[in-house]
């Protein structure tokens, strides 16, 4: 059984359990998303990938919402984008660094984004998350004041490698990913697995860097 | 219209720790009643009754029940939310205080209608001294026979304001992290534990048994076109008679704050807690119903002496707080929200601020996961909409 959908104006045919996500992807359309992995079970929490739904009081989450026999979708209604522009402002807004300073800035998914969306300075002003930098651990390194709140490392580190590592702690502006009862993470509680590195769409993961054992509270000493 | 118990006709009069004194008063009149009829009959009559969920959101109480009782599933389950957590609502605890029996009454006839064999009532953490109460009520009407068709228990939550939310509250009792769920699938379908699944207010619940009792028809008979019934209002702040009253639906809020609250000098009121409306003393003749204003029964009046950006600041500094961190305009928008308020109540704020503000509530209003992020920028929309001229007198000149 098919199901009849209006995606920008042109009539496709869905199946039945297909999200939003899926139909555009199958017909080109391209809808951004952060938060969303196709090896991950969805989550909704980032609101990049929102969508219009005609009779839909409020936008939808394209990565969880299934599609339903005669819905009418806009990917990209001057609404839509501007919703989008406006989350991605928010997410920048209170993500700290810049780009040139960050070794995954190439490959990191929010800036692509941005830039995608033409989203340059953000208007809002709100302080910045600065975490200490996790570099504990010969296996993984952590600097959460690049995490947007994804959570696909929570969902990698359940669902693809069957650990439990990642938690939410706290709440509102105050929530983030903890280890424990908010460690730092170290080589005893995850260790030699690495599953979540490439899950994390901006710099916050990442394979520790040779430099380690030279950093802390050395003096750097030039020897030639 | 004067005031009308209907929801609080035994509170006072009974003695909530009797069930003795609860039969006296017709107690599980409405129960026996029902367990006589088809279970599709008491839906319809509760459908035709038009009764609507009193936590706020006002969605047709039957048709809740209907989805619940045709969705498949072995298991159903009924809750009853009892985390009163809008700020300045206590009709709830006023409820459960004076008269439990009523819920349980409610309860049983909710989860005979959809079949469910457990019934929650997820208990707000600050109620924790209505505990005992609550559960020596369970107790005696269990005792009595009333609820051999179902298991009542009470689950505290542990203090968080978005566990009033129906998806965060389940995820509450499943002993998660109390963080909403994206829909669909709703709660009917697909809710605790996956298995179908009602959650309705106490004060929606309490109504069941009069409805039952005395017909569809009577309670079609109070209240307006699209809201039947009374409702409960708990009424807080600058007046000189706070208290809980109960009154028709559809009666004029002006008569609430003035004449029953005896309120004066008013210069604002806030309908329906931190994410209600915020109205000024000039609309003050609005009805309360569903089709003008309402949420869950919180009024809190504010005299001429508050400054209307202290109130909108205090208010988003608490939905930040509470604010679960789980989606992104939610966790980052309250936050950019408290911080622009807390600028403009120094008188430093900046010519952008208001368009930002405007901008900003437009998204979080359209993106947010859940009512909280979706209610968060009211009180900042409404204020800007009546009280602009205190914002821009708090935007720095140079």
Redesign the interface.
Known sequence: MALLVTLNGTQVRGRPGQTILELAQENGVDIPTLCHHADLSPLGACRVCVVEVEGSRTLVGSCHTPIADGMVIHTHSPKVLESRRVIVELLLASHSGVCYMCDKANMCELRKIAAELDVGLPRFQVRKHYYPLEDVSPYIARDLTKCIMCRRCVRACNEVAKHDVFAIAYRGFDSKIVVDFDQPIDKEVCRDCGVCIPFCPTGALSQPRETKTEKKGKPLVVTS | MPEKRVVLKNCGVIDPQDIASYLAADGFKALEKALKLHLKQVIDEVKASELRGRGGAGFPCGLKWEFASKAQGNEKYVICNADEGEVGTFKDRYILENDPFSLIEGIAIAGYAIGAKKAYIYLRAEYHFLLDLLQNAIAQAKKKGFLGHLDIEVREGAG?YVCGEESALMDSIEGK?G?VR?R?PFPPTSGLWGKPTIINNVETLTNIPRIILNGAEWFGKMGTEKSKGTKVFSVSGDVAKPGVYELVLGSPLRELVEKLAKAEKVKTVQIGGATGRIIPYAMIDASLSFESVLGAGAITVFDESRDIIDIVGKTMEFL?????????????????MV??ME?LGRGEGLK?DIK?LE??A??M?????CGLG?AAPIPVVDSLEHFRGEYENRIRQS
């Not at chain 2, 209003?365 to 996961?369: E, F, G, R, V």
Request: net charge negative.
């Open positions: 968080a992290r963080e994206y669909p930040a707080e509470e604010s679960c961190g789980k989606c992104t305009p939610c966790r980052e928008g309250t936050e950019v911080e622009t600028r952008k930002v901008e900003l437009e998204t209003m359209l993106c947010s996961m979706q």
